[in-house]
């Protein structure tokens, strides 16, 4: 599976947007990028995925760089509850490769 | 929607204890994972399991045990608990088709003194 590089931590206002940047410069044709996070003291929660477009849902929208080699993702309007370490994973699909891999991420601090 | 849970959240044992942390998920997929989260390595893998009765090793293996006699629930056991072996586990589910993610329990936070 590829490497990923997040910032460590990264602050955002409440209400704006936090873009949260990923590089992953040796991902390969069929792997996707998965976004988790982690609030303190619970399990890391899925936000999104994708292969090649970018994609959006309820919750966040993840931008994927034409040649793939990094992803952003976009808290519309970030709130307090927010305030998580996200991980940005690459990996392929199915068989040993369903294992994801997590990095150190970035934590995210929302600020009122 | 029960999901995925685990039981017990905490435990507190002692060296050389065996102790069995549960997982039982409501979704019938077919993948299911545990890892253990320590401070300074993030989440590692320590097994995972493709369907009932078909287990593998992932990255720390070493000191457990893992069944999946039923679809629905995958237990971890340490078999002889040592100190090391402190930490937050977290188990996991997802379906078998390709690009699909991985749900996670709360964890069990596990002290072996």
């Known amino acids: 599976d590829a490497k990923t590089t997040q910032p460590p931590s990264m602050d955002c206002a409440e209400g704006r947007a936090a873009n949260l940047p990923c590089n992953h410069s040796?991902?390969?044709?069929?792997?996707?990028v998965y976004w988790y996070r982690q609030i303190h003291s619970q399990g890391p929660q899925y936000i999104i995925h994708g292969l090649k477009n970018n994609e959006t849902n309820e919750m966040a929208s993840l931008i994927i760089t034409e040649d793939r080699k990094s992803s952003t993702l976009i808290l519309p309007h970030a709130t307090l509850r927010d305030t998580a370490v996200y991980y940005c994973i690459v990996r392929g699909k199915g068989g040993a490769t369903n294992k994801l891999i997590f990095g150190t991420g970035t934590l995210l601090a929302v600020q009122p | 929607d029960a999901g995925i849970t685990q039981s017990p959240r905490y435990k507190i044992t002692e060296t050389g204890r065996q102790v069995t942390l549960m997982c039982h998920q409501t979704?019938?997929?077919?993948?299911m994972f545990w890892y253990r989260q320590d401070l300074g390595h993030g989440l590692r893998l320590i097994y995972y399991s493709a369907a009932a009765d078909i287990t593998d090793k992932g990255e720390v293996p070493d000191g457990y045990v893992v069944s999946r006699s039923k679809t629905e629930n995958f237990p971890l056991t340490l078999e002889s608990a040592t100190r090391s072996q402190t930490s937050v586990y977290f188990c996991?589910?997802?379906?078998?088709?390709?690009?699909?993610?991985?749900?996670f329990g709360d964890g069990t936070r596990l002290s072996i003194l």
């Open positions: 996991a589910s997802s379906e078998s088709t390709g690009g699909q993610p991985q749900h």
């Open positions: 040796t991902i390969s044709g069929n792997e996707y």
């Open positions: 979704w019938s997929h077919s993948y």
